[in-house]
């Protein structure tokens, strides 16, 4: 019973450089989002979809893009990191109600 | 607009004694409120939610957090802490497109 993996677990990436995080649930969710999780400031909301084919942003959405390639898989992408970016990233799904399962989490260094 | 403010950052305490981690919320619609919890280096899981019903909703592990409409507040409490249950606890509230976190409270349980 996998729920929400993400890919990879561990990130460096150097100031400038992209890289596309990874998420894919096996639970039939209509919603996904990706949030990110900074010490003192609690999860804060990248992107969602509600549902296959749409996508919106959330509070903090700049310098990331997102792609809902289908009902399973919500990827993330930065486009050029930066160092404000480092931070521990997760995925989680939701059948379109309340009820969020999480993914472990992406740490993401950017130096 | 929802929003959620734990009003401790840090709570540390010692084996077998009683825990209260505190939670208010701000909402203009009804109100769904949870308590998740994140052990290290893992994604968040559901400790307990309140939808409806009775005010006082419990988990499998102990831990009661009660619904006070009147004092917007939703504070989660152990009449008895283990060292298992050191991690960081966050509480969040339902809001139309997504769930909006609090900052998190670290549990620290000590021997």
């Known amino acids: 019973n996998a729920g929400v993996t993400q890919t990879p677990k561990f990130q460096v990436l150097k100031t400038g450089q992209s890289m596309t995080l990874q998420c894919a649930q096996d639970m039939n969710h209509n919603s996904m989002y990706w949030y990110r999780q900074d010490p003192g400031m609690g999860l804060r909301l990248i992107y969602y979809s509600a549902s296959e084919g749409t996508t919106d942003k959330g509070e903090v959405p700049n310098g990331y893009n997102v792609s809902r390639l289908n009902k399973r898989e919500f990827s993330l992408r930065l486009e050029s990191a930066a160092p404000s970016q480092t931070s521990v990233y997760f995925c989680?799904?939701?059948?379109?109600?309340?009820?969020?399962?999480f993914g472990s989490g992406t740490r993401l260094t950017v130096v | 607009a929802q929003s959620v403010t734990q009003l401790d950052s840090q709570v540390p305490v010692f084996e077998e004694a009683p825990v209260e981690l505190r939670c208010n919320y701000s909402?203009?619609?009804?109100?769904?409120l949870f308590w998740y919890v994140q052990y290290p280096n893992q994604g968040l899981q559901l400790l307990l939610k309140?939808?409806?019903?009775?005010?006082l909703v419990e988990s499998i592990n102990g831990f009661e957090a009660e619904f006070n409409k009147s004092q917007t507040s939703f504070h989660l409490r152990k009449p008895s802490v283990h060292i298992s249950d050191t991690a960081e606890y966050f509480c969040a509230v339902s809001a139309p497109k997504d769930m909006r976190f609090g900052a998190g409270t670290r549990l620290t349980v000590k021997p």
């Open positions: 309140y939808l409806s019903g009775s005010t």
């Open positions: 989680a799904s939701s059948p379109g109600g309340r009820l969020y399962t």
């Open positions: 909402s203009s619609v009804s109100v769904y």
